[in-house]
């Protein structure tokens, strides 16, 4: 590739791409070995165990059932090779088609194990729901037929134990309410709907409801009523994402103090307090018993303690973690004992979940045309690409993913645009490289990473050296991990946009019929460098500017140069603004072409709407 006219940065950019791409692109025509590392991936990020795990447990399949260990791999890969799920904040996704009949029953319908099999790897709160009419026709409740882990009802009931129950004896308040004349239409008419928000308990929510045969699937999305927050609430937030608490206990006064989600663990009432030691070890299950006397006899050596044991918790066995240390005197004794404690259970139950695969997969042999076609539709309800622009505070946003020409070929672009607590945008486009498994669960990993991390802090710098941190850790157990990303944050009320890049191409602004990339501030690749750090840079945006934020794939080819690429791209643009100034945005990118069909390609246009700068504020405001 002819790289004359470019800066030392971009060159290296794109020689330690092209090097991360050949080690990390599938061969082609490897056959069975290739579909047998996919699906060992596949098994992996959906059960959150180690690949080796992952790949043990497929020879065990295979050697049980008798069949080709590359037979049962493409059996897992057809199963289960759908996106991780987005936020769902994009616009409404169309009605799905009918899956074959009635889903009511889950012996008679091995469609409904999909379903639940799905549910139980997404985050969130989402229900496939089932009608109880009455004899004149009408809708008199709704009953659980599966549900994600996080989908809770105020009974204490959460994930596969609500099926069986009533929507309408769990919140009965819903009945009174225009949900319920909202769910009716759904069932009746196909058409998907967004109702709320609407309270519930201390908080509220909305509920996104899309028809599925003749079931609903639901997702809730839970609101925060503060806005501004608190560092108090950040911490909870924090401890809600992680599933873990801290403890404290002072062994000079005899006080022992819990955090509300130590509570939530061991679902205890706050109003008990804390268990006592005898509490706590009639918990443990018998066979950890030597592991915590173990862990006991290094804390009086003056150790800090990390451990994972089983607890039994209204007859329900936990995995939890708890790390341990201690305030000490003089002479070692200790004065204050603190620590967190992490509720586990899902990542020491892999092989509990790799034995429901199996199971699936049996299922999924004797229907597997009907359970393909269903696994499309949900992927399109669980991580929709906005078909129209979305309105964000203070600007629009418009995204138009192009997958790789090889559907074999699961590509590791990614893009995030979210409204934050105080007002501003977060924007974020990235590419891991290379293409299959590794590339698309490194994707889901950062994406979802940065999610959680911009509850912390909202600079772009700061979130960058995060993510690059989690890199470095990634290619420990995935050698030669390594991925480019932008992320922004834009207010509204200066149309301030701050932005940092890592190895990443760099934006293009339109103003005034002009289309050039933005001076890019330093900052290199995650997973290259493990204490990298990234640089900011300013702009302020203008009505009527417009923003194009791209993977390489949109610029970069083989057979041309990066320039070539580049000043296609700038002329398609400065051809759209001159026809049409105020071109809508989702006709300015449908009008783009990704320049390499062999690599997946991610385009994000941003536009600002509103917003005063401080400038004409003051103006407006003078006498």
């Known amino acids: 590739m002819n790289r004359s006219g470019m800066g030392g940065g971009q060159q290296a950019y794109l020689v330690a791409m092209e090097h991360l791409r050949a080690v990390a692109r599938p061969v082609a025509g490897e056959g069975a070995r290739g579909t047998v590392d996919r699906a060992v991936g596949l098994l992996a990020g959906r059960t959150r165990c180690r690949l080796a795990e992952a790949h043990q447990y497929l020879l065990r399949m295979a050697a049980n059932q008798d069949r080709d260990v590359a037979d049962v791999a493409a059996g897992v890969i057809s199963m289960l090779d759908m996106p991780e799920p987005d936020d769902g904040r994009g616009s409404p996704v169309p009605a799905l088609m009918t899956p074959p009949g009635p889903p009511v029953d889950r012996a008679t319908e091995p469609w409904l194990a999909v379903v639940q099999a799905v549910l139980d790897v997404l985050p969130g709160h989402s229900a496939l729901l089932t009608p109880v009419r009455g004899r004149d026709g009408r809708l008199i409740d709704l009953v659980y037929a599966a549900g994600s882990p996080e989908a809770t009802a105020p009974d ?48 509220r929510c909305t509920v996104r409801v899309h028809r599925l045969g003749s079931a609903l699937f639901a997702s809730w999305v839970h609101h925060r009523v503060d806005a501004a927050g608190s560092e108090s609430e950040r911490i909870a937030s924090t401890e809600l994402l992680g599933n873990l608490g801290w403890g404290e206990w002072d062994l000079v006064s005899g006080e022992v103090r819990w955090s509300a989600q130590v509570y939530r663990i061991y679902e205890r009432d706050p109003a008990l307090g804390p268990l006592s030691a005898a509490e706590t070890e009639a918990m443990t299950v018998p066979e950890d018993v030597p592991l915590r006397l173990a862990a006991a006899d290094a804390f009086e050596r003056g150790e800090r303690v990390d451990i994972t044991c089983r607890v039994t918790v209204h007859g329900r066995v936990k995995h939890l973690r708890s790390v341990v240390d201690a305030t000490r005197d003089a002479v070692g004794r200790p004065l204050r004992v603190y620590g967190i404690v992490q509720d586990v259970t899902a990542r020491e139950s892999s092989t509990r979940r790799l034995a429901e695969v199996e199971q699936q997969l049996a299922e999924h042999r004797r ?15 669980i991580l929709p690409i906005p078909e129209r622009p979305v309105e964000l505070p203070g600007v629009k946003v418009a995204v138009r993913y192009l997958p790789a020409g090889q559907e074999n070929l699961v590509g590791g672009d990614w ?13 974020a486009i990235g590419d891991v490289a290379g293409h ?66 890592a190895g990443h191409p760099p934006p293009l602004l339109s103003r005034g019929g002009r289309t050039l990339p933005l001076p890019r501030p330093s900052g290199p690749m995650l997973g290259v460098v493990e204490d990298a750090r990234y640089e900011c840079a300013e702009l302020r945006l203008a009505i009527g500017d417009l923003l194009l934020f791209y993977t390489d794939g949109l610029v970069e080819h083989r057979c041309r140069s990066l320039d070539e690429g580049m000043d296609a791209v700038i002329r398609t643009v400065d051809e759209a603004v001159a026809e049409s100034p105020g071109q809508p945005l989702a006709g300015l990118v449908s009008r783009l072409q990704q320049a390499n069909p062999d690599d997946d390609t991610c385009i994000m246009a941003v536009r600002p709407t509103t917003g005063l700068t401080q400038d004409l504020r003051a103006y407006l405001r003078s006498p």
């Open 415 to 427: 893009y995030h645009a979210a409204a934050l607590r105080d007002g501003s945008v977060l924007l």
């Open 156 to 203: 204490g009931r959460h994930g596969w134990q609500l099926v069986g129950t009533r929507l309408g004896e769990q919140f009965p308040e819903s009945r009174d309410s225009g949900r319920w004349e909202a769910y009716a239409r759904v069932l009746e008419t196909g058409e998907p709907a967004e109702i709320g928000p609407f309270a519930v308990g201390e908080g």
């Open 436 to 501: 299959g498994t590794l590339a698309a669960t490194t994707m889901a990993q950062l994406r979802y990473s940065l999610r959680a991390l911009a509850v912390t802090t909202t600079d772009p710098a700061v979130l960058l050296g995060h993510l690059n941190r989690i890199t470095c850790d990634l290619d420990e157990e995935r050698p030669e991990t390594a991925a480019t990303a932008i992320v922004a944050r834009y207010e509204p009320d200066l149309r301030r946009l701050t932005w940092a890049q």
């Open 367 to 381: 229907s597997l045309h009907a359970e393909h076609e269903l696994a499309a539709r949900l992927q399109h309800i």
